[in-house]
């Protein structure tokens, strides 16, 4: 393959070619500079507890991961945009009093959340008794705006601003990773998938129309083929728990 003429150009290239890859790996990472210690750096690197770039660095309240949300005190009248995404307020559709778009933040322990059956529910629009009010209707019922529900940690299920979906009857479904840290949202829209690569509005969707795409047992969904008792103990597991 390689005669004496040759191997000196092949020998460049090569050399050629690692330094290329070596400078678009970049390896190892640049080092963090995080000079207020939330773990974001600006500019952004790999070397930081957390990749994204952090727009204020310094104010260690203030990065990609903190809360801008209605139901986290000031945070959507103060004028910062507290997790920076670019909008301030008003503008932040977390702040949106018409829909709910989570995030990691607004999920927690899910035994905070009152049991009104199988799952666990709870509201962040201020509308927890007419939740819990369809969720226990022996004729069902359309839940409102601001409605989480979850079976498990893991997955959870959103009421969003209407028309936000209508096909899923503007419900958001999240795929989540839960540990002690706190939640991590892996997959989430209309038609995110669970664990096993399903859609979880394909089961979903299977519900008899007065019960608003929220399954149990005599809902028409098809059963899980696990018990209240152990649906229950995951519950009771959840790492987010004190």
Known sequence: MFSRRTL?????????????????????????????????????SAGCAHPELDCDDTNPAINPGASERLNDGSTCSDGIDNDCNSFTDGNDSKCDPNDLDMSALDFECV??????NVYRLTNLRGHLTEALAVAQSPTGGTFPLGTVIQVIPGEAMVKRASDWS???????F?????????????????????????????????????????????????????????????????????
């Open 8 to 44: 000196p150009v092949w020998i460049a290239l090569i050399a050629l070619s690692g330094m290329f890859l070596l400078g678009q790996e970049t390896w190892p990472p640049p080092a963090c500079v995080d000079n207020d210690g939330d773990g974001y750096g600006s500019p952004a």
């Open 166 to 172: 209508p096909e899923t009857n503007d419900w958001e």
């Open 174 to 242: 999240f795929s989540l990773n839960v540990s002690a840290a706190g939640t991590g949202i892996v997959r989430r829209g209309p038609f995110a998938t669970n664990g096993l690569g399903m859609t979880c509005f394909s089961c979903h969707s299977k519900a008899d129309a007065q019960w608003d795409l929220v399954c149990r047992k005599t809902h028409g969904c098809d059963p899980l083929g696990i018990s209240d008792a152990t649906l229950e103990s995951l519950q009771q597991a959840d790492p987010r728990c004190p």
């Open 111 to 116: 035994l905070n959340w009152p049991q009104p």
